[in-house]
């Protein structure tokens, strides 16, 4: 586990992007990040129509940020009791998704963890990667505020500013397509996936360890999102 990092935010919505096609060569790429710029003032409402979260949708204020300086930083799954009792309290059950990473945590309440309990999530996430908590109404509920403050618990807040944010709030990093049908259907007559691999900001001297990525919407069928261990690879 690093132990020089911070933390980042990824609330993911239904949302507009754009697939790219070249006339001369029928070229076609797409990004599920996109736009890197902001839509229209019609496209905006429209978007604003159709969410049931209008106030997650991608804000594009200017904001300047400096170079962050190099900092201490004091992992709090270092702090964590290894027996997770306050986080593993009766009626909470894990499941595993494969032998090496990846875990199903239930009966837990991100709203109302103490500072042992997200001492030991951070413990969990560091043992097991991924760490999968469905049925976060309350969190959601809560707004971005307390959702940037909880994730600011687990270190120095990293900012993206290459997409949208959560206006006021630019550690949120939205991920957001919407209405884009046809664009899709074009881009997969050249293409038979839109699978993208990435590691996030690993340019950084001091790349994000703790990141959230909330769902607030997503289709039925298709969207996932296929994690992979490096280190695992690495050896």
């Not at 300047?64 to 309290?89: G, M, T, V």
């Not at 881009?187 to 340019?203: A, I, N, P």
């Not at 919407?217 to 296929?226: A, H, L, M, N, R």
């Amino acid at each position: 586990m690093a132990v020089t990092v911070n933390t980042k935010l990824l609330p993911i919505t239904n949302g507009k992007s754009h697939a790219l096609s070249s006339d001369n060569e029928g070229v076609v790429s797409y990004d599920i990040n996109l736009p890197y710029a902001p839509q229209s003032e019609a496209e905006q409402q429209q978007a604003r129509l159709r969410t049931e979260y209008p106030g997650y949708l991608p804000n594009f204020d200017k904001i300047w940020f400096d170079p962050l300086p190099e900092f201490e930083y004091h992992d709090p799954a270092l702090r964590a009791d290894k027996s997770k009792s306050n986080l593993l309290q009766p009626g909470v059950s894990i499941r595993h998704i494969t032998p090496k990473m990846g875990t199903i945590l239930s009966g837990v309440k991100l709203k109302d963890l103490s500072d042992a309990a997200k001492d030991e999530l951070a413990l969990l996430m560091a043992e097991r990667k991924i760490v999968v908590l469905r049925d976060q109404t309350e969190f959601l509920k809560a707004g971005p505020k307390f959702q940037q403050d909880f994730m600011a618990y687990y270190g120095k807040p990293n900012y993206q500013p290459v997409t949208g944010c959560v206006k006021g709030f630019p550690g949120f990093h939205i991920i957001h397509r919407d209405n884009n049908e046809a664009e899709i259907e074009k881009f997969f007559q050249h293409k038979m996936t839109s699978t993208l691999w990435h590691q996030d900001v690993s340019y950084e001297q001091q790349p994000p360890g703790y990141i959230m990525l909330g769902i607030l919407s997503c289709p039925e069928v298709g969207g996932d999102t296929v994690f992979a261990d490096t280190a695992e690879a690495y050896r």
